[in-house]
C-alpha cells in the first residue's frame, strides 16, 4: 500500500523517511511482477517475509476471506480451528473443481493463481533440470503411488481392453500396488543380473512379452529411474525406442529421479529417441517438502490436462503451498546448488563406502547407471543371513536411517504375485548387501557420522556372531 | 519435563511456587493419558497451546526430528523451507508405507500414533453422530471424489468382471467422474419428479435396472444422502434392502451428511435393515477443515481395511494434523453445539425463504427428506431463463456466496452420457429456482445478511427484466 | 498489489474470478486508509489476518527489512535468533532516537509510524471511556512504577529544590519505591478510616502537610484511584482543587483506572474543577496486554512531551506492537464491551460476596468510592490472625488467583518508612478481611467457581481452626 | 511425557517403534536439564523446535495458563488478542514483584525461572567474554540510556549529596541525558586530541576536576568504552585507578563493548587494578535482539541487586524471552564464531577503508583503542563543509546504513550545555571524516557492496561540488 498518501503532512512519520522507505521496497514489487508476469522460478530465493507476503495476499483473493460475505452454500470453507486456519494461510478452498483438477475454482481465485503459477514453476523447473521437451505437467495431491495409479487409470481410458502392464522388476510396492489397484495385470520383467552384482533392464525379455501378450492387450510399459543399487536405473531410452516401435505407451517413474541431472538427461533423451508419455516423480524426495505430492509430467499437453481431468473432484491445495514456498524459498540457484552438493555428496559416499568395504574385506556392487545409491556386499554375514535384520535394526538404532540391510532367501506373495528374493530385485541374487542413498539435502557430516556409527555397529555384529557360531560348535 | 527435579535448592525459583504449577499442570496431563488410554473426543475443546504440545511432542518422535542422526536414504523428510517445516509442525514422513494407508510407518512413529488416533476419534464422532453400527473408519487424505474412487477400485478387486454401477442421478460430477475414472460403466437412475417438484430415489427403477443388466454385472449402488434441494437425499433405507436383496454391494456418498443426524440415522438404519458397505463424507465441509480430506467408513472391518489396503504408497498427513487439532479444539461438546446451532439456522434459513417467496409470489419447493438445503422457485424469471445466470452472478457479487441459480433446459455431455435439464437432477424439470443451504458453521448473521441483499438483488434484476421485456415489446 | 495488472490475459485466473475478489478486498483499503487518515479507534476490531497485514506492511518500512543494504553502523537491528524475529515481526529498530522517545526514527519509518499511530489511539480511546479534557498521551515501554519515576523526574526538572512528594498512603510498593528512587522524600498521608472499614482520601491532612512543609518544598501531590478496597479511590477532585489552590503538581497514578468510566469521569471532572498534571495507567490491566507498559497521559500537551524527552535513548517497540494489535483487535466496540461486561460482573461480583458474607457472618466492607475491588470482613478468623497466610495460600492452591487475604498486625520497614498494618492502608484497621476485584475480562464463569472453590476452602479452614481451638483449650 | 505407558498393548503405534523414538529424544532432555543445572550457556545451539518447547513448557508454570483458575485479581494476564498472546507465548505476568525486579513472582514461577535462568547466561556469557571477575548481572528492559539512569539514581542513594558527575565527553545524547534526567549535573571533560586526529581520555582533566570540584561532591566517573572513531574507548583502566585513589563510583557505558574481547578485556583490567562498579552494554547490538534491553552488570553483588530493587513494580519480561531465545539458538560456540567473524570483518572493514582513503587522497584516521569503529578524512570536502549532509544523505539513499559523515562546525546546545564542533566529541576539531562500524553480524558482503556504493557516491558528489565551485567562479 502506498503509505504516503496517507500520512498527511507527514503527521504519522516525516515524508522523506517514509519516501526512502518506500522506494527501498520497489525492487520486491518488481521481483513478485516479475515471478506472476514470467511464470519462471526466481534467480535466488526470496526470504521468508516477502514469501509470506505474497501468499497472504493471494489467501486474501479467495472467497472464504473476503470480509463481507454470507455464505449460504453446503462448502464455503469456514475453518473451525484457528490453529488449522493459521497454518493453511487461510486457504481453504483447496484447488481444481469437480471433475478437473485443473479448472479455475470461482471461489477461490487466489488458490487457483497460485497452483497455475506453481505449475508454471515445476515446469521451469524440470526444463531446467534438462527435461527441454517436457510440454506440460501439474503437482498432484497425492504420493507417487497414487499419482501413477491416475495415470494408468487415464492411459486406460483411451484403451479400455488392454489389461496387461509390462513392468520392470523394483522390489519397491508402491508401483506395483498401483497396477494392481488400477484393476489391471502386471506382468514382471525381471531385470537382468550382471556379473558383478548390479542389475539393468531385460530389453530382451521386454520385447518376448510383447510378442508373447499382443501389443493391443498392452496397457503400457512401466520403468523406473531411481531405485536402491544395485539395481540400475531401467534404460528407459531403449525401453522408449521399443515403445515406439510397438506403439505402446511408456509410463516412467521417476520417483526421485528428478534431482539428478544423469536421469532428466535419460528422461529427455528417451523421449528424443523414443516414446515416454507420463513421467511422475514425489515432491518429498525432489522439493524437500513434506510427504504427499507428486509432479505428473509428460510430452504432450493434452494427455497431461487428461490425467488431471481424471481426477474427481476438488483437491487439498497444501500441497501446492508447500511446493510453491519451497520453490520460492530457494529460487533456481538454490535448487541448483542442492543438485551440486548432492552429487558431491554422492561421490563422497561412494568414496568412503570403497575404503569401509575394502578395509572390511567386502565390495563394493557397482551400478553405474544408478547416480544415488550405492550398495556393498555384506558377503562375511551371509551365513547368518537369517540374522541380518538384527544388524539393520542395530544401525537404524543407533541413528542411521534410510540404510538397507538386504538378505537373500525371502520369498514374498503380493496380490497373488510371487517375488523370490524380495527386496534384491531378482530371484537369482546370491549375495546380501548393504545399500545407502545421497539423497537431496543429505550433508558430508551426516556421511562422516553414518560410517562411525557403521563402523562400531560392524564390530559388535561381527563379535556377537562369532559368539554364536562358537557356541553352535561347542553344542556340537 | 519436571522441573523440580533440577530447580535444586529453589536457585532458579522458589520451590513452593514451582510446585504449585507444577501440580495445576497435572489435569492437563491427565487429559492427555486420557486421550491416548481411551482412544475418544475429549467431552470439551482443549486450549490452542494444550493442542499445539501435544501435537509437537508427536513430531518430536518422528525420526527427521531426532537429534543425533544420519540419513542415508532416499527419503528423509528433510524439509527445505522453514516456514514449511513450520506449518507442518516438522512432521514430514507422511502417513502409511509403500501398500497401505493404515500400515505404522517404523520412521515416523508420532505420525503413525497421531494418524491411529485421529481414526479412533473419528470412529467415535461417526458413532457420537448415530451410526452406532459403524465398526471401522480412516481418513483418506483425498477429497470425497478420489476417496470414492478408491471404494469402487476396492470393491471391484471383489468382483473384477462387474462393469456396471447404479447410480441415483445427482447433478455434481465428482461422483459420476470417480466410476468413469474407475473405468466402469454408470447406470444413470433418475430419481422420481414429485408434484411439488421434490425429487426422490426411483426405487422401482433401481430393481428394474438390475433385473435387465443382471446381478453378476452389477459392481454396486451408489447413492447420495447430502444434495441440493428439491433433490431429497436418496432413500438409502430401500436402497439398502434392494442391496440385501439382490446381494449387490451399496456405496454411499454422505458428502456433508455426517452433521446432520437425520441424514446419519438413515444411514443406521439403513445398515440395519439393509445393506450399506461403505459410506464417504468429505472432512472439509463436516469438520470444517481445509479441502483435501474424506472419512471412509464402514460396517464391516476387513473391506474398510481392504480400502486401505488398496491405497498404494504413503499419503499426506496434513489433512490428518488439520482434523486430530480440529476434533481436540471442538472436543464433543463443541462438535454437538455446532451440531444444533446449524440444525437452528436451517430452520431459520427455512423460515426467512418461506417469507421471501411467499412476499415475493413465490413457492418454498419442499422436500422433507433434505435436512440441509432449500429451494424456492424463481416462476417469475422462468422467461428470463437464459437471462438466470446473471442473477445468480449478481448475488455472488453481492457477497452471497453458495446460493445457485438453477434454470432448466442446460444439456451437458459428460463423458459420452447426455444428461437433459443439468443441474437440476432430473430431465423433466420445469421450474427454475434457487437453492442456498444452511451448512455446518452458519451464523444467523450470514442468513440475515443473505435476504437483505437477496432483497436488493431480487428488485434490480426484476426492474432490468421489466425493461428488457418492455424493449421487446416495443421493438416489435 | 494489484493482480488484474500482472495476470495479462487471464493467463493465471480467469479475469472476472480476480476482479470480483480484488473488489472484494477494497473495504478492507479503505479501513486501513481510515485508520492512517482518521487515527481513530476503528468503530470494529479487525480479523487478525487483516492486522498482521498491516503491521508487516509497517515492518517493511524499517531499514533492517530493506532488500538491500548495507549496515556498517553500531546498530543495524540485526536479529539472530528467526524465532525472535518472527515474534516481533522483524521489527527491530525500537522507538524513539536518542534523547527523546517521541522523536522519528531515521531507519525505522514504520516503527515510527505504528508508534505514532498508537499514541493516537489511545488517545481516542482516554477520550472515549471519558477523559475528554486529555489534551497528550504516549505509551512508555515502561510499567506503571517506572513511568511515575519519569513523571517524577520530569517534573523535579521544572522545580528542582522541591523534595517532598504528597503522597496518599496505598499499602502497594511500587509508587512508593518510584518516589524514592526518584531521590525524592515521600510524605505519607493516612487516609481517614470510616466507621463501616472504609478508607477516603484525608483532604485535610493534605492541607495541613502543604502548610507544615511550605509549597516550595513540595514537588507534587501523588493520589491513586484504582486500588484495593475497602480503600476507596482517592478524592481526587478535592485534591486537585488543592492542588490548584496551593499551584502544585498533581500526579495520579490510574493504575487500573481507565477501564472504569467512574474512574475516568473522576479525573476529568478534577481536571475541570481542579489541577491534574499527569496521570498513568498501565497496559497490562487496562488493555490486556502482557506487563511491560503504561500510558503517560496529561492536560498540557508540552509537560507530556516533556515526560517524553526525559527518557533517554531509544526504547522497545514490543509494547506498541501489543497494544496497536489489541486496539485493532478490539476496536472502539470492542473495548467498550470489555468495559460494560466487567462492570456487569462488578455487580455480580458484589451480590455474590454480599450472600456469602450474610450467610457466614461476615459483612461486605462498603467503599463506594471503589468501582473494582470488593472486600469482607474475616471477622471470624480474627484470632486466626497469624494463621491467614494458610486460607490465603488455601484459595491459591486451589485456583482462586488474585483474592488477598489481609491480616491486621503486619508492621513493614520499606526505604526507612514503617507501616503499621502494612497490607491494609491504615494503622488503625481492626478487621482482616478478604479482597476481590472484577478486573477487565473477568467472566460470570470465574466468580461461580471462584464462590465454589471459596465455599470448601471456607468449610476447611473453619474446621481446622475448631479442631486448633480444642486442642488448646484441652492442654490448658 | 512418556507415550509408552500410554500406548497399551500397542494400539497407536507398535512399541518398538515407539521405544526407539522416545529413545532418540533422551539427549534433549539430558541438555534441557543440563541447562537447568548448570545454567551455564549450551556449547552449541538448539534448534528451534527444542527451544519452543522449553518456552512453551516454562510459559504454562504461570498461573494463567493454568488450566482451572478463577482471577479474581485486578492483575490476572488476560491477553485480549489472541495474535499477542501466540508472540509472547502466553507469557503475560512481566518479570519481578512490586518493588524488586529480582524478587520472585508468585503468579508467575516459569517467568521467574526463565528471568532467573537468562542472567545466570548472561553472566557466563560475560565470564566467556573475558570479564572474569564479574560477579553479577541482571538483564534489564530498558535499553541502554536508561539503565544508565537507574544506575545513578542507585549510586545516588548512598550518597544522596553528591550532585556531579564527570562525564569524559561522547557526542552520543542517550548517555549525557541519562544524567541530566537523574537530576544530577554532568562534569563535561573533553578528551585529548591527538595529532593524527584520533581521541584519547584526557587523564589529567579528569584529576584536575576531581580537586576543583572535592570528591564529597562528585556522585561517578562516567566513561564510555565503544564509540564512533576517531574516539578511541575512554583509558578505562586509568580512569579506573583515579576512582580507587579517590574512592569515587566508576560506571562504564560499555553500550556495543560485550562483542570486543579487547574491550572486555580492557573492563576486567580496569576492575582488577582500580575501580569499576557498573558497567551497562545493550542487548540489541551485543546480541542482536530487537532494541530494548541492556545488561546491567558489576564486580559487587550488592550492589547490582540494589540497582534491581531501585526499579519499581514489575517489569516487561519480552526482553527476557528474546535474550533467552537467542542464547540458546546460538550456544556459546555460535556466539564465539559471531565474535570471531565481526573481528575478521573490521580487519577486513578498515583494509578497504585504508585502501579507499588512499586511492581518494584521504587518510584513515588511526585510533588504535578503538576496535569496533573506524573513520575516513573528508579533507576534500571540507570547503563544502555546510554540504556534507548532501553526501551522507546519499549514502544512506543508496543503502549504505550506519555510516556517518561528520562535518565540523556544528554548535548544539542540549539541556543548557554547549558542546562546540557537536558530533565530533571535540570543540577543536578541524576535519570532517567518515565513521564506519563493524558491528555483530556484520557480512564481508555487506563491506563489499557498500565500498561499491561509496565509490559511486563519491564521483557523484565530487562532480556535483565541482559544478558548484565552477559556477561560484565564473560568477564572481
Redo the contacts between chains.
Sequence with gaps: ?D?R????SG????EN??K??????K???TE??EL??K?KLPLNGW???H???LV??L?????N????????????????????A?????????IGR??DLLE?Q??A??S??MA??TNALLLDLIHEMGVRSCRSCFLA??????S???CL??L??QK?AAKYVLWSRID???????I????LKPVIVEPQLNDNGSLTTNLQAFEEKVKAIGEENILCFCTTT?C?APRNSDDIINVAKLAAQYELPHLVNN??GLQSTYLTHQLEQAQRLGRVDLFVQST??N???????AIIAGFNEQLVRNVAK??????????T??VF??LL??GRNGYLN?VKERKANFEY?RMRMQEFAVSHGELLLEAKGNP??LAMSLRQFQDANMELTKFGSML??R??????VVAVGDRRK?EGHEFINWGTHHSATRTAYLT???????TKA??D??FQ?LQVSWETFSSQQSEIKKKIKNSN
Excluded at 493459521?86 to 483447496?94: E, V
Excluded at 481424471?310 to 500441497?319: D, E, I, T
Design positions: 500500500m503509505f498518501k496517507i500520512n498527511i503527521k504519522l512519520v516525516p523517511y517514509l526512502l522507505a518506500q522506494d527501498a521496497q525492487c520486491k514489487e513478485k511482477n506472476l508476469e511464470r526470504t521468508e517475509t514469501i509470506e507476503e497472504q495476499q489467501s486474501l483473493l479467495d472467497s476471506n473476503f470480509p463481507k460475505k454470507s455464505g449460504v452454500g453446503e462448502r464455503e470453507a469456514r475453518i473451525a480451528c484457528s490453529l488449522v493459521r497454518r493453511h494461510y487461510n486457504f481453504g478452498h483447496g469437480s471433475g479455475a470461482p471461489k481465485a487466489g487457483t493463481l497455475n503459477l495431491p497425492l504420493a507417487t503411488g497414487m501413477l495409479l491416475l487409470l487415464t486406460r481410458q479400455p519397491q510396492k508402491s508401483c506395483f500396488k498401483s494392481i489397484t488400477a484393476g531411481s536402491f520417483a526421485y518429498d524426495k522439493l524437500l517438502v513434506p510427504v504427499g505430492g481424471a481426477y474427481p473432484g476438488r483437491a487439498s491445495s497444501a500441497q503451498l508447500d514456498m519451497t524459498s530457494l542442492l559416499l544415488i545409491s537404524y538404532t541413528g542411521i536411517s534410510g540404510a538397507r503380493i545407502m542413498a545421497a539423497g537431496l539435502g543429505i551426516e556421511i557420522n553414518c556409527k
